[in-house]
């Protein structure tokens, strides 16, 4: 019987483009596995270590790395926030040009939520 070959290659997409105060940064189209096994590891460590948030940061740089070598620093404007939630906006959130949920926000008098579950929205990416 044949053995079947699966091309792992054929499933990493195009380079994600960031903007940043204003400037586009190039990013790899994925994360190798070790840097996100390490963030990984770094959230269940607590992100209200500075020492944990450093590792982070210099994990995002050398994200930004890969479409500009000589990069030295995160964009000044980058914000703590925006470090911290990187990889799931970047490489799990949904991306800008989606499509947007038609299902109208709920709302409690706290404010508008999403009506949809995390497990509505795993179930339609596949």
Do not use: H, W
């Not at 269940?44 to 500075?50: A, V």
């Not at 948030?53 to 790395?65: G, H, K, P, T």
């Not at 799931?88 to 959130?93: A, D, L, M, S």
């Amino acid at each position: 019987m044949p053995t079947k070959i699966v091309d792992l290659d054929t499933l990493v997409g195009e380079d994600k483009i960031v903007v940043v105060g204003g400037k586009r940064y190039r990013l790899p189209p994925d994360i190798p596995v070790q840097t996100f096994l390490r963030i990984r590891k770094y959230g269940d460590e607590g992100l209200e270590n500075d020492e944990v948030v450093a590792r982070l940061y210099d994990e995002v740089l050398e994200l930004f790395r890969y479409g500009d070598k000589d990069i030295k620093e995160l964009p000044p404007s980058m914000t703590t926030n925006q470090v911290v939630t990187f990889i799931g906006e970047i490489y799990g959130g949904e991306g800008e040009d989606e499509e947007p949920d038609p299902t109208p926000a709920a709302t409690d008098g706290a404010g508008p939520r999403t009506s949809r579950s995390c497990k509505t929205r795993s179930a339609s990416k596949t």
